[in-house]
């Protein structure tokens, strides 16, 4: 999301198709797109939705099924990413939608309780011991600023420290990446945002250990919390290593900070419990988004019982929503989770990914294409590097991306759909069957073959 952003007014003129397979037809999507520029600020209601990092018109969507997409000019892909998360049951699963069907016969919100919020709570707060309370939200920016209100409403205290390369949605403080130096304070990322709320977030680079120390020493007893996303997966896949996230617990405590995990995307991906499971390292808030919802919009957070009791209104920071638990997405959330406790649902997913990445990293291996896929769990990431690992923002190389807007292209013609930026990762879902899998990487090696110019 940062860069795809960043980048999102650098409009080139369109290279002209020379390799690989004829370009699908995009008509009745560059119509649409046409109508919808005269009705959102460049066409679209979430920026990197633009395909400005991209070649061509963005494509409308007209409707998804399992692991397939379609578009208005009736071209059919084979999805990878998954509405950015939250389908990890892909498309119009048959359990969510029945299940939200039935809901909304009664009605859409009522603003009042419901039994589907204890239900859904219920769900996540048996199967999850990293949270003993939580609120429900609705969107993942919103679980972040409310966890971010929370921490320093608890600690007293107003700065808050995040990563260069971690996205943790549109609220203002959050707005903000590196200034030049090991610690600094933000400068914010967009226009909008005052300064002085910048001055209150301090910035480093992940995977540092001097640069936290350093700021632990130069704002002692000021930093309200860390927060970071545990599988930075917004800026490339960051993959850090255990013993890094260990040290974030460590100093955390020792200096009387929060340490809050955003998993709005890791969070029921890398397993039900999320990376917080994944790493055992507990954290004191939690923040989820993406799969909590079914693909409706819910967010929450979630911390002990001690800190949730600083939330209104029995504590004194105020959070609340007209729509937080709204039945309907209750309900998509209540069936998707349902679906993920069965057993070896995490297994059998991870394994699938594991063979899909692993067959085509050994194709570019073998062919010495400088191109590593990362993953964790069903997540993945195409990079054009020959890095063994990439652990900070700054080690992605921003010339690469001129190559996967070529692989992007190629990959579309061949029927298979990446989010429209080399800084996003994929998903794979359990709808995702062997065959999908096969016919993908048939796709990816023929693409590849294109951008490096072997065929
Ligand atoms: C997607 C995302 C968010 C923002 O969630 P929205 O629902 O888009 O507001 C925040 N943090 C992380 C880690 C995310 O991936």
Redesign the pocket.
């Known amino acids: 999301?940062i860069n795809s952003f960043k980048k999102m007014f650098s409009v080139e003129s369109e290279p002209v198709n020379t390799t690989g397979k004829p370009d699908i037809c995009r008509e009745k999507s560059a119509e649409l797109y046409e109508k919808a520029k005269t009705y959102f600020p460049g066409g679209v209601n979430s920026p990197v939705r633009a395909f400005k990092s991209v070649y061509g018109t963005p494509l409308f969507i007209e409707k998804g099924d399992g692991s397939q997409l379609w578009d208005a000019d009736g071209n059919q892909f084979i999805d990878f990413c998954c509405s950015?998360?939250p389908l990890i049951l892909g498309h119009n699963h048959p359990k969510v939608r029945e299940k939200v069907i039935e809901v909304m016969q009664n009605g859409m919100s009522f603003g009042a309780p419901t039994a589907l919020e204890n239900e859904l709570a219920e769900l996540i707060l048996k199967n999850n011991k990293l949270i003993e309370k939580m609120r429900f939200v609705s969107?993942?920016?919103?679980a972040?600023m409310s966890a971010i209100r929370l921490a320093r409403g608890y600690t007293k205290r107003d700065k808050i420290l995040k990563f260069e390369g971690c996205?943790?949605?549109?609220s203002d403080s959050l707005l903000v990446k590196a200034g030049s130096g090991l610690v600094t304070f933000g400068e914010t990322s967009s226009a909008g945002v005052p300064k002085s709320f910048a001055d209150e977030t301090i910035v480093v680079a992940l995977n540092d250990k001097k640069a936290i120390e350093a700021a632990f020493d130069e704002f002692k007893g000021q930093i309200a919390a860390i927060i970071i996303?545990p599988v930075p997966?917004?800026n490339g896949l960051l993959l850090q290593e255990k013993a890094y996230l260990q040290f974030l617990r460590e100093i955390c405590t020792q200096n009387g900070t929060l340490l809050i995990f955003?998993e709005?995307?890791s969070g029921f991906r890398v397993g039900f419990e999320g990376a917080a499971a994944y790493y055992d390292i507990k954290p004191d808030i939690l923040?989820y988004?993406?799969i909590i919802g079914g693909g409706l919009p819910v967010?929450a957070y979630g911390s002990s019982v001690e800190i949730m009791a600083h939330v209104s209104p029995d504590g004194g920071v105020y959070q609340g929503g007209t729509l937080s638990g709204n039945p309907v997405a209750m309900a998509a959330g209540i069936a998707q989770l349902t679906e993920l406790l069965r057993s070896n649902f995490y297994r059998d997913l991870d394994k699938k990914t594991e063979e899909f990445v692993s067959a085509i990293q050994r194709f570019a291996t073998a062919r010495n294409y400088k191109f590593k896929v990362f993953s964790i769990g069903s997540i993945f990431w195409f990079a054009f590097t020959d890095q063994e690992a990439i652990r900070r923002a700054d080690e992605i190389d921003a010339s690469s991306m001129e190559l996967f807007k070529k692989l992007h292209r190629e990959l579309l013609n061949r029927g298979v759909y990446l989010g429209p930026s080399g800084y996003e990762v994929g998903f794979i879902s359990s709808a995702h069957t062997k065959i999908d899998l096969e016919k993908a990487k048939r796709a990816i090696f023929d693409s590849l073959e294109v951008v490096f110019g072997g065929k």
Do not use: C, L, Q, R
């Open positions: 999301m950015w998360g969107s993942g920016t919103e972040v996205y943790h949605g549109h996303e997966a917004n955003d709005v995307i923040t988004g993406k967010g």
